[in-house]
């Protein structure tokens, strides 16, 4: 079954306009793990940020922000003022602290597009 | 400079050939792991190491096969076995498995 669900295939968006991409996970652990990576059209991915199940706190970085939501399963993803360079493709990760040891299960990833 | 190196980065492999794709860290990470994409997909676990002389499936380890004689060292056969190979191909690697993974820049695999 599913456990990470991104329902935006993708997104296009003028540069300045912001993006918020949706990400939705499964699971019965108490303790576990969510990220956000993003794969530029190199194809290596890079690791925007890790939370855990015990920190809800929001976070801002620059022009990135992620709200996390335990109450709705919920940990979305917002660019605030988009730039060419943020085209990519960003996935949203688990790893569930009794089956540990990094497995991250993926999201389908969002398409991000970001046009002058 | 610390990463994860993988080559090739492309592929290029016959029908019933095996082939083996490489992946070397000098992170000093303990677990290591095979993923492959295709299109329009989420990344999917082909196998994982916690340490050396040790590896697990993951959920779509038919086809391949993974050695860890070294720590540094994680490489993947892609078998004759695996009937639908061409997709692409990331390793990565993480120091406890509880802080975040870091990627190699990938393989791409295509069946000639």
């Known amino acids: 079954a599913q456990k990470v669900t991104q329902a935006q295939t993708e997104i296009s968006v003028v540069e300045k306009e912001d993006v918020t991409l949706d990400c939705v996970y499964e699971?019965?652990?108490?303790?576990?793990?969510l990220f956000w990576y993003k794969q530029p059209p190199s194809g290596e991915l890079v690791f925007l940020i890790r939370?855990?199940?015990?920190?809800?706190q929001n976070e801002i970085s620059g022009r990135y922000s992620w709200n996390f939501q335990k109450s709705t399963s919920s940990f979305n993803f917002t660019i605030t003022a988009s730039q060419v360079v943020d085209s990519a493709v960003y996935f949203c990760a688990l790893s569930e602290l009794t089956d540990s040891w990094g497995k991250l299960q993926f999201g389908a990833g969002t398409q991000v597009v970001v046009t002058p | 400079d610390g990463g994860i190196t993988q080559s090739p980065k492309y592929l290029f492999r016959k029908e019933g050939q095996n082939v083996t794709l490489s992946c070397e860290q000098n992170l000093n990470h303990d677990a290591m792991y095979w993923y492959r994409q295709d299109p329009g997909q989420g990344l999917r676990l082909i196998y994982y190491?916690?340490?050396?002389?040790?590896?697990q499936k993951g959920d779509i380890a038919e086809g391949y096969s993974v050695s860890r004689e070294k720590k540094e060292s994680f490489p993947l056969t892609v078998t004759s076995a695996q009937k639908n190979p061409t997709a692409f191909y990331l390793c990565?690697?993480?120091?406890?498995?509880?802080?975040?993974?870091?990627f190699g820049q990938g393989t791409r695999l295509t069946v000639v």
């Open positions: 699971t019965r652990d108490t303790t576990y793990y």
């Open positions: 190491s916690q340490i050396v002389n040790d590896f």
């Open positions: 939370r855990n199940s015990f920190d809800e």
């Open positions: 990565a690697s993480t120091p406890d498995g509880n802080t975040e993974a870091f």
